[in-house]
């Protein structure tokens, strides 16, 4: 069974870089067929799609997201990252990764709460 597991600063300042890794056991990043993904809910909001990174590292990511987002990965560690620039404190949310497939996200991570402020 799939786990995957976020980690990264909870606090960082505004103006800042946010990077958050995510750790993936019991399957692997390559494996044919499946959609690595990131997702945020900020407080009192839904959930936000912010991009994924596939099995063969082709990335996509949201369009409110796109100009300062990038997403990687490193097969080797069986991880992928996920960078989001100048960060505002509307950045504030519980970030998840998730696995995907054509049709859902089955699989995803427990969430890392990530504060904006100075």
């Known amino acids: 069974q799939v786990q995957l597991q976020e980690s990264g600063p ?3 300042k505004p103006s800042q870089t946010l990077s958050l890794t995510c ?3 019991g399957g692997s990043v390559a494996t ?3 959609y690595w993904n990131w ?3 900020p407080p009192g909001k ?3 799609w912010i991009g994924y990174i596939d099995y063969r590292g082709v990335i996509q ?3 409110p ?3 300062r987002t990038s997403i990687s990965r ?3 560690k069986n991880q992928f990252t996920l960078q989001l620039i100048s960060v505002t404190p509307e950045d504030t949310a519980v970030y998840y990764c998730a696995r995907g497939d054509s049709s859902s996200l089955g699989s995803w991570g427990q969430g890392t709460q990530v504060t904006v402020s100075s």
Do not use: A
């Open 10 to 12: 909870g606090l960082v």
């Open 23 to 25: 750790t993936v056991s």
């Open 32 to 34: 044919n067929g499946y």
């Open 39 to 41: 997702i945020r809910q």
């Open 46 to 48: 839904g959930l936000e």
């Open 61 to 63: 990511y949201s369009s």
């Open 65 to 67: 997201f796109k100009s």
């Open 74 to 76: 490193d097969t080797s």
